[in-house]
């Protein structure tokens, strides 16, 4: 999916949220990056861009855009939070030298029938309702595999 800047305002006045330049920034930061940036990059990238914010007021920004659904928080192998604004349902592929974190598919009749069991006696969790299923892959991806 292209990235096209001129969206990101309007999907934040859809969400009745003030188009900051900070919040738009974010979005154009996140939205351009194939990387799944962490608080330290997304901050790095915003200084490229001449933009200068606290840690603080960008971790406001980030919680917020998180709660209105325009951006998805996940913990990383080297457990630093790190964004997602690929808003498709996908999972995740890591790479366990690098760290570099790939969007892919699945096979979507397959992974229906995948069901959470309880761990001590293997049976579904009574009384849940199970709305969907982020996975984890994990490998070496080709680069670090040349390298070796
Ligand atoms: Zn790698
Ligand atoms: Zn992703």
């Known amino acids: 999916m292209r990235?096209?800047?001129?969206?990101t305002e309007q999907k934040l006045r859809a969400l009745g949220l003030r188009p900051t330049k900070a919040r738009?920034?974010?979005?154009?930061?996140?939205?351009?990056?194939s990387n799944?940036?962490?608080?330290?990059e997304i901050?790095?990238?915003?200084?490229?861009r001449g933009h200068h914010a606290s840690p603080a007021t960008l971790y406001q920004n980030l919680n917020r855009l998180v709660q209105e659904?325009?951006?998805?928080?996940?913990?990383?192998?080297?457990?630093?939070?790190?964004?997602?604004?690929?808003l498709e349902p996908h999972h995740?592929?890591?790479?366990?030298r690098c760290g570099r974190i790939v969007d892919v598919g699945s096979d979507k009749t397959q992974l229906r029938r995948l069901v959470p069991l309880d761990l001590h006696n293997?049976?579904?969790?009574?009384?849940?309702?199970?709305?969907?299923a982020l996975i984890e892959f994990r490998g070496v991806c080709p680069i670090c595999r040349s390298g070796s």
Not at 3 to 7: I, L
Request: one cysteine or more; hydrophobic letters at 35%; proline letters at 5%.
């Open 3 to 7: 990235h096209d800047p001129s969206g």
């Open 24 to 33: 738009r920034l974010i979005l154009d930061v996140l939205c351009e990056s």
């Open 36 to 40: 799944h940036l962490s608080t330290e």
């Open 43 to 48: 901050l790095d990238d915003l200084r490229r």
């Open 69 to 86: 659904g325009l951006l998805v928080r996940f913990t990383g192998l080297d457990g630093l939070s790190r964004y997602d604004a690929n």
């Open 92 to 96: 995740h592929l890591v790479c366990t």
């Open 122 to 132: 293997a049976r579904p969790l009574p009384k849940w309702r199970i709305s969907g």
